[in-house]
């Protein structure tokens, strides 16, 4: 049977864990999403940089190395193959999003939820469609389907030819994490819309990008982030690339 229990908590979670300098509701991005799609994936920007602009958030690393979860003010890579891994602050990225997480309602799901469940719920509790969400989702899942992609080598392929042959990981009966963003249409070409969600386990042993999940018992923790700010890489290949077409075909192959 499922049950499922939203509680607003509006900002009365108490706030802690972030210093007086940090941003609040700010989205920070490096890159853009059509960027990576053209094979932009040299590293320009490190870790140390980035988690001055979240402690909370998703990405990909230097040469496509893996996907990136950001949680807890810590970098979790989860390579090609399937392991999780601890970058140091000099590892770089070359498109990435983060946020610092103030958590701003807590929405309780029991009972098996599959993703399209999960996000029509969280839409329901997120329901300002315009405005950017962060998204912390932690408990049981009875399956769990990621995905990460392998370190590249230049010339580089474009993102739509490496995913054709990703690696696929599906985890049965795991306590974990999933981290993501649900970004406007208005976004498009610079970032992923809708729902984009990674996942790490407790155990940090596996994870990925999403693909597929079945809840068992989750609670699902939402913010609204209301600011976005696009760092630009300049003096490489970025200002040359070819980024203005539409390429949202690419990006539904690339991340559903
Ligand atoms: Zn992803």
Same mark, same amino acid.
């Given at each position: 049977m499922r049950r499922f229990a939203l509680v607003l908590l509006l900002a009365a979670v108490v706030l802690s864990g972030c210093g007086p300098q940090a941003e609040r509701g700010v989205l920070y991005q490096t890159s853009t999403i059509n960027a990576l799609l053209e094979g932009l994936y040299d590293g320009t920007v490190t870790l140390a940089e980035l988690q001055r602009h979240g402690d909370f958030g998703i990405g990909t690393f230097d040469a496509l190395d893996g996907e990136l979860v950001l949680l807890d003010g810590v970098a979790y890579q989860v390579r090609a193959d399937g392991k999780v891994y601890r970058p140091g602050p000099e590892t770089t990225t070359p498109f990435a999003s983060v946020t610092f997480f103030w958590p701003e309602r807590v929405a309780v799901m029991d009972g098996a939820l599959d993703l399209a469940e999960i996000e029509a719920l969280l839409d329901q509790a997120a329901p300002a469609k315009n405005i950017p969400v962060a998204v912390r989702i932690s408990g049981t899942f009875k399956t769990m389907k990621t995905r990460s992609v392998p370190r590249q080598s230049r010339p580089y392929p474009r993102l739509v030819d490496v995913t054709a042959r990703q690696p696929v990981f599906e985890l049965k009966d795991v306590r974990g994490t999933i981290v993501g963003f649900r970004l406007p249409e208005y976004v498009k070409g610079l970032n992923v819309t809708g729902w984009h969600l990674h996942f790490v386990t407790d155990d940090r042993t596996a994870g990925g990008h999403v693909l597929a999940l079945e809840t068992e018992k989750v609670r699902a923790e939402i913010a609204e982030v209301p600011a976005l700010y696009v760092s630009l890489p300049q003096g490489g290949a970025f200002g040359r690339? /070819?980024?203005?077409? /539409?390429k949202t075909a690419e990006i539904n192959r690339v991340e559903k």
């Open positions: 690339a /070819d980024i203005s077409k /539409d």
